[in-house]
């Protein structure tokens, strides 16, 4: 019987693969559809409901309900038992339709009549397409060979409506990848930019989703099959030596890759008519699906192991592989899922944006991005699915909007945006060379934030006095194994070099929470970014500190230089950190080896705990940096990553301003020297607020100089600060509204 229902699943897949050949227009192409899937499964009815925006589908062809209905009825998603079969991207089939949970009364279509009911899905990707419906008067549920026969139907539908064959009148039969959308995602990197879309990982084109022989399919398919193992196979003996969750991503590749069920539903793809790239793309659009209701993280994981799998796999089937042969456009936005520190680093400056489906503001990536200074939007929910390679797009990396084949409107609107943006970096270039001294005569020094040697070409055009923060960790995230002391030492040299005897503040190697090396284990911890980081792992493991200090202490080559370690919460962790220090330099001496001229070594004050420290520490210590982004998560209790809680807490809060305030007058009662580092201090408003509070070390990234030293040369610090004071003093939450009021009123 089995043999029965396969042979006449191929025999319809024939007949629509022929319907879909002939040379007819969309509507009568999908018209003839319904028809012939209505026949081959002996029921009454056959419609097909496609998405007209995000949240409606339209019944765009049926046999057997009231043809009148056709492009007039609509379903919201999650609405009747279409609507479900949408939102749960899952088949529906009860013998009893009308009395089924969901169910809703369409007049005007003429379904009251019809008891049975079964819809499918018609995704690709998972990405939902449409649904495909099958009911008759018989009380009867669909079998399951039936309900399978219906999915490999509704995934040749899916392929052939991705490649445009349904092209027709109205919303719901436009064509694909044409229309303008708009993606909102989060911010990983301020900046606007305008260029054409790149995609890291072209998508594979299934263009012969139905087959004649299911006998050379299968043997393509288990050709294929056994390449990728030996693939596999090849990775894990290349990373036999590697850390283990690369050998766990990998040993989850091999147990796929070896799987009898995968493979047995794959064939079972193939014996009903479909090739075999179309069996494996069946198959990673349910792991997707799957993907999409699963909330355990360990299993989400292993279903995006598969979906990884099964590209590979569609490939080596299809000959498509990573070069396609498309030219990379002169101004390309990279569209990707995600993208690791070293593939971003090859592509480079060449880059005017990037736009990520997954990835967080502290990722590898977004580290890279802002050392490049590239645009950058995260959390841009399925970009990769309906971007094509040169699409025109538009990435505001300021509000976290991506606009995909933008209209003219929005093309001027966002145009404009850029040219004001532009017009302001002409006019900060005049103040470049001057200071930033406020109307009432108060210094402020500016410095920028850097990570790679390519930040540094920005240091004498940019107006910074210093490197405030020199990220040494992305030399260490972007290889494959620990880097030699020799390389390091050399390239502090050159960064040194660069700085042409400007101030150069190296923090040490700050990994853990989101920053993990690729060749050291992941810890398992509930909570990252409070767990074991920064200089807890370097006092836990002191061999990498050791390295990376004498590596610091050889580039320096007898200059000035200056250390901050990260993360400090308490006095004992800088003592035990100093220590390392001086060690360090005893041993060097020993050596014979020059040592700097001057030596400085500072903290990072990143949590409220070391606000608190006793008052030998700020008498000890040589000078702090305050990091904003870290201390302002831990003051307020609100995770950065978490787009509920992150904005809700303003760094012009009182409170926040208060303790700050009381950080800068024990830093005055001990002459230590104190700034501020983070993405704060390159916004102009919260700037001069932090000036205004005693901070009068600043350290941004550089394009952020320029318009935060327009600000200062422009404002009375005095008077700000008496404004925050009064705005403290009514019990107001910000200080922002009161500030803003201030700098509107001509000053």
């Known amino acids: 019987m089995a043999q029965d229902t396969q042979t006449e699943s191929r025999k319809l897949l024939g007949r629509l693969r022929d319907a879909l050949a002939e040379?007819?227009?969309?509507?009568?192409?999908?018209?003839?559809i319904t028809s012939l899937i209505a026949s081959s499964m002996g029921t009454e009815v056959c419609s097909i409901y496609l998405f007209r925006d995000d949240e409606t589908l339209e019944l765009c062809a049926t046999e057997g309900l009231n043809p009148e209905a056709v492009h007039q009825t609509r379903l919201r998603v999650g609405e009747g038992l279409v609507g479900r079969v949408a939102r749960a991207s899952s088949v529906v089939n009860t013998d009893d339709a009308p009395n089924a949970k969901g169910f809703r009364y369409m007049p005007e279509t003429g379904e009251e009549i019809f008891s049975s009911f079964c819809g499918v899905p018609v995704q690709r990707l998972?990405?939902?397409?449409?649904?495909?419906?099958?009911?008759?008067k018989e009380k009867r549920t669909f079998s399951l060979d039936e309900v399978y026969a219906l999915e490999v139907v509704a995934m040749v539908l899916a392929e052939m409506t991705e490649l445009g064959a349904f092209i027709g009148e109205?919303?719901?039969?436009?064509?694909?990848?044409?229309?303008?959308?708009?993606?909102?995602?989060?911010?990983?990197?301020?900046?606007?930019?305008?260029g054409h879309v790149w995609l890291h990982e072209p998508r594979v084109v299934v263009t012969n989703p139905v087959a004649d022989d299911p006998e050379v399919e299968l043997k393509r398919l288990n050709d294929a099959v056994e390449e990728l193992r030996v693939g596999v196979d090849k990775m894990l003996d290349t990373a036999a030596r590697g850390d283990k969750e690369q050998l766990d991503v990998l040993e989850a590749y091999r147990m796929f890759a070896n799987s009898k069920g995968w493979m047995r539903r794959m064939e079972q793809d193939i014996s009903r008519g479909l090739s075999a790239e179309?069996?494996?793309?069946?198959?990673?659009?349910?792991?997707?699906?799957?993907?999409?209701?699963?909330?355990?993280?360990?299993?989400?994981?292993?279903?995006?192991?598969?979906?990884?799998?099964?590209?590979?796999l569609l490939r080596i089937l299809t000959g498509q592989g990573s070069e396609t042969g498309a030219e990379m456009p002169s101004d390309p936005i990279l569209i990707a899922r995600n993208i690791g520190p070293g593939e971003l680093l090859e592509y480079g400056r060449k880059l005017k944006g990037i736009v990520l489906e997954e990835g967080s503001v502290g990722s590898h990536a977004a580290i890279v991005a802002r050392a490049l200074a590239i645009p950058l939007v995260i959390h841009a929910d399925k970009i990769t699915t309906e971007a094509l390679n040169g699409d025109h797009i538009m990435v505001d990396g300021d509000q976290g909007i991506v606009h995909l084949r933008p209209d003219d409107t929005v093309v001027t609107a966002f145009r404009d945006k850029i040219a004001m943006a532009t017009q302001a970096q002409e006019r900060y270039a005049s103040i470049r060379d001057k200071d930033a001294e406020s109307r009432?005569?108060?210094?402020?020094?500016?410095?920028?934030?850097?990570?790679?040697?390519?930040?540094?070409?920005?240091?004498?055009?940019?107006?910074?006095?210093?490197?405030?923060l020199f990220r040494t960790e992305l030399q260490f995230l972007i290889r494959n194994q620990m880097p030699k002391r020799t390389e390091l030492a050399q390239?502090?040299?050159?960064?040194?070099?660069?700085?042409?005897?400007?101030?150069?503040?190296?923090?040490?190697?700050?990994?853990?929470?989101?920053?993990?090396?690729?060749?050291?284990?992941?810890?398992?911890?509930?909570?990252?970014?409070?767990?074991?980081?920064?200089?807890?792992?370097?006092?836990?493991?002191?061999?990498?500190?050791?390295?990376?200090?004498?590596?610091?202490?050889?580039?320096?080559?007898?200059?000035?230089?200056?250390?901050?370690?990260?993360?400090?919460a308490q006095y004992e962790e800088y003592t035990a950190a100093r220590a390392e220090v001086d060690k360090a330099m005893e041993r060097e001496r020993i050596l014979g080896h020059p040592l700097p001229e001057t030596l400085e070594v500072g903290a990072m004050l990143e949590t409220p705990s070391l606000g608190f420290a006793p008052k030998k520490f700020y008498e000890e210590v040589d000078f702090l940096s305050i990091g904003g982004n870290d201390l302002k998560q831990f003051f307020f209790a609100a995770d950065r990553e978490n787009e509920r809680v992150r904005r809700r807490y303003d760094t012009?809060?009182?409170?926040?301003?208060?303790?700050?305030?009381?950080?800068?007058?024990?830093?005055?009662?001990?002459?230590?020297?104190?700034?501020?580092?983070?993405?704060?201090?390159?916004?102009?408003?919260?700037?001069?607020?932090?000036?205004?509070?005693?901070?009068?070390?600043?350290?941004?990234?550089?394009?952020?100089?320029?318009?935060?030293?327009?600000?200062?040369?422009?404002?009375?610090?005095?008077?700000?600060?008496?404004?925050?004071?009064?705005?403290?003093?009514?019990?107001?939450?910000?200080?922002?509204?009161?500030v803003m009021e201030y700098l509107r009123n001509g000053n």
């Open 23 to 32: 040379d007819s227009a969309g509507q009568e192409r999908l018209d003839k």
């Open 126 to 136: 998972g990405d939902n397409l449409g649904v495909l419906v099958v009911q008759s």
């Open 170 to 194: 109205g919303a719901a039969m436009s064509a694909l990848h044409q229309q303008s959308e708009m993606f909102r995602g989060t911010s990983g990197q301020e900046g606007a930019s305008e």
């Open 278 to 312: 179309a069996a494996v793309e069946m198959e990673q659009s349910a792991a997707r699906s799957r993907m999409e209701q699963v909330t355990d993280a360990y299993l989400r994981e292993r279903l995006h192991d598969l979906d990884d799998l099964s590209n590979r």
């Open 440 to 468: 009432d005569g108060q210094l402020v020094h500016l410095h920028m934030n850097a990570g790679l040697m390519a930040d540094l070409p920005s240091l004498p055009t940019s107006g910074a006095e210093g490197v405030g």
């Open 491 to 568: 390239l502090y040299g050159r960064v040194m070099d660069a700085a042409e005897g400007k101030r150069v503040v190296f923090r040490t190697l700050d990994i853990g929470s989101d920053k993990v090396l690729p060749y050291m284990a992941p810890q398992d911890e509930p909570n990252p970014a409070l767990g074991w980081r920064a200089v807890r792992v370097a006092l836990d493991k002191p061999g990498v500190m050791r390295m990376q200090l004498q590596a610091l202490l050889r580039g320096a080559k007898g200059r000035p230089l200056t250390i901050m370690f990260p993360f400090i």
């Open 652 to 738: 012009l809060n009182v409170s926040f301003l208060t303790f700050l305030e009381g950080i800068v007058n024990r830093c005055i009662d001990t002459g230590t020297p104190l700034s501020f580092c983070g993405e704060d201090a390159g916004r102009p408003i919260e700037a001069v607020c932090l000036a205004a509070m005693g901070l009068r070390h600043l350290s941004m990234r550089p394009a952020s100089i320029g318009p935060v030293k327009s600000l200062l040369r422009r404002v009375d610090l005095s008077e700000v600060r008496r404004v925050i004071h009064q705005a403290r003093e009514q019990g107001d939450q910000s200080v922002r509204p009161a």
